[in-house]
């Protein structure tokens, strides 16, 4: 790989020991790729914190250090190097649990008080501590062509797709690395070719709602996987779909395949036309999205759902935004959760206290609900006790839960959800 | 690749290009499914855990893990990295598919890996073949479990 100068004097040690290790784990990482050189990135999000009995004996092992927890988990480095306050802008990703549900979340006291240790070790060092998959709602927006590097799928595709900024889906070494050198290896999606469609995606229905647009997402990853869809209808994509639509799409196209990368014509930065999108390729394969496939995916997603009883409604997967928290206390306001059920909606700490101050939470808790931040349960693997059947609103939650926690899943609209919340009962018709 | 029949075993070689150098040796499994790493495995035993993957409940600890690549959450190297620090990584690695995913997985394993084949590894390995990984000189040596030179006479 071909250093700079300057990055030759990171990697002799003109920066520091951790600076020093922080480059030579670049070094393997890029030549690993094959990539030819780094590239400058101002901007990381990244999982930081420690949050599991594990990182805790390490760190006690090693004289309770976070530095040594920080030397080995985020930099890949056995050598317990002095950690430097970050170089780059970074943004903490979510975690395993709400530290403040400690109770709910079933973590122990002692795991809360390590990570409590690991957040102010982290902030310290310039970590803005947003708890959150959804970075770009809460003062990270990077903008078009901005080079990043960031973790979280869903995150990567908004940053990817919607914003037109660069990254890869980076991992919890390189994202350290990067905080300490401003450098990634320039591979992937920081090249134009990589970032042009591969596959058209023709609309035949109307695609309005913010469910519409997941069960569009799982049906366009499922059959792309990995590679780069355009998506466009020969009318016109008709009302302009909104942050909680394009987060959700997202999310369930990155669940159900790996796109870290779409384009919808007209509407995303890179897709003025379909030609531009394209660029001069012929796609490599035309999909038809109509009502047959729309049924078909909402029959996919759905496919744990049996029992109608539901205990658990889970709301935020991503994280939801202040409009979709207005919109659930609206749906709820004045009614009560159903005594066999609980509601959790999870959204990043600044935005719950922005709905504090709304008079959301109240109207929320009022109902026998609760907000929550910092996590999801796919995330803890937390759930209600005796939890059987959850209902949700996102595809991404959906995929994950039936397999990581072995529930059933009923997926639907935000409106259906908070019906099942305060009836017990799965109402929802096919879509 | 070249097919050497020794005097006991068919031994094949693969040339692949160096992820991580090393040199290991281990008993080969193979999947034609990738692996997810957050949520697919169980670092403290090295077992591939995704509901309805077909290695499912089975170890990979000290193998050479063949399979297409990696999938699913950003989580894929943390959860690798866990597992070299529980003692549980895989011996080496051999894939086909390069991403980011499973170039820092590969890394901060510090398992052996290579990959871009001169042949498909997933066609020419097979669950419990024992293979050696020379990384450094970017070659796979097989040795076929079951296949004894006399049945190919």
């Not at chain 1, 920080?70 to 970050?86: A, G, M, N, R």
């Not at chain 1, 609309?203 to 996987?225: A, K, N, P, R, T």
């Not at chain 1, 029959?299 to 658990?312: F, P, V």
């Not at chain 1, 349960?377 to 759930?383: G, P």
Request: glycine share 10%; hydrophobic share 40%; proline share 4%.
């Amino acid at each position: 790989m071909h250093l700079s100068d300057e990055e030759k004097a990171m990697m002799d040690g003109q920066g520091g020991p951790a600076v020093q290790k922080a480059m030579d784990l670049l070094m393997r990482y890029g030549e690993a790729l094959g990539a030819e050189r780094l590239v400058e990135t101002h901007n990381v999000c990244a999982t930081i914190t420690s949050t599991t009995p594990f990182q805790r004996d390490f760190a006690l092992e090693r004289g309770g250090g976070m530095d040594a927890v920080f030397s080995e988990f985020s930099l890949d480095s056995q050598e317990v190097v002095t950690i430097p306050k970050f170089k780059t802008f970074t943004s903490h990703l979510q975690l395993g649990f709400d530290p403040g549900q400690p109770e709910r979340m079933g973590v122990s006291e002692a795991i809360v008080e390590f990570y409590a240790k690991s957040e102010r070790h982290a902030a310290g060092l310039g970590a803005q501590i947003m708890n959150t998959c959804t970075p770009y709602q809460v003062g990270n927006i990077p903008t078009r062509g901005e080079h990043c590097a960031w973790m979280e799928s869903s995150a990567v595709v908004y940053c990817n797709s919607v914003l037109g900024a660069r990254t890869n889906t980076e991992g919890r070494e390189s994202t350290g690395a990067a905080m300490l050198t401003g450098r990634i290896p320039y591979w992937g999606y920081h090249l134009d070719e990589n970032r042009l469609a591969t596959h058209v995606v023709e609309l035949d229905i109307e695609v309005e709602s913010v469910e519409d647009w997941g069960l569009l997402g799982y049906y366009m990853g499922d059959l792309v996987q990995e590679r780069v869809p355009v998506v466009r209808s020969r009318r016109g994509i008709g009302r302009v779909p909104n942050l909680p639509r394009l987060k959700h799409f997202g999310a369930a196209a990155s669940s159900s395949g790996g796109v870290e990368m779409y384009h919808i014509v007209g509407i995303t930065p890179e897709a003025l036309t379909l030609e531009q999108a394209l660029g001069d390729r012929a796609p490599v394969e035309v999909l038809r999205y109509g009502e047959a496939e729309r049924r078909a995916t909402y029959e996919k997603i759905n496919a744990t759902g049996r029992d109608a009883d539901i205990q658990y409604v889970m709301l935020g997967c991503p994280h939801y935004t202040i409009e979709q928290i207005w919109e659930a206390a609206q749906l709820i306001e004045g009614r009560k959760v159903h005594e066999n059920c609980e509601l959790w909606i999870f959204t990043p700490r600044a935005i719950k206290s922005l709905a504090d101050r709304n008079g959301y939470t109240k109207i929320i808790e009022d109902a026998g609900g609760i907000l929550m931040t910092d996590s999801c349960s796919a995330m803890s693997r937390a759930v209600p006790k005796g939890t059987k059947t959850v209902a949700l609103d996102s595809a991404k939650q959906a995929h994950y839960l039936p397999a990581i926690l072995g529930v059933q899943a009923w997926f639907g609209s935000t409106a259906q959800c908070i019906d099942a919340a305060c009836t017990g009962r799965w109402n929802g018709s096919h879509a | 690749m070249n097919a050497v029949v020794s005097e006991e075993n068919l031994v094949l070689t693969l040339r692949g290009r160096k992820v991580v150098g090393g040199i290991a040796e281990g008993e080969a499994l193979v999947t034609r499914e990738r692996i997810s790493g957050w949520g697919g495995i169980d670092p403290r035993t090295g077992t591939v855990i995704e509901t309805r993957h077909e290695l499912r409940g089975q170890s990979f600890a000290g193998k050479v893990l063949v399979f297409p690549g990696a999938k699913g959450s950003s989580g894929w190297s943390a959860m690798f990295h866990v597992a070299r620090l529980m003692g549980t990584a895989p011996a080496a690695m051999l894939f086909n598919e390069m991403t980011t995913k499973i170039a820092l997985g590969a890394v901060v394993t510090h398992a052996p890996s290579l990959t871009d084949f001169d042949r498909d590894p997933l066609d020419c390995i097979e669950t419990g073949d024992s293979v050696r990984v020379d990384a450094e000189r970017g070659i796979v040596e097989i040795t076929k479990k079951n296949k004894k030179s006399g049945d190919h006479a």
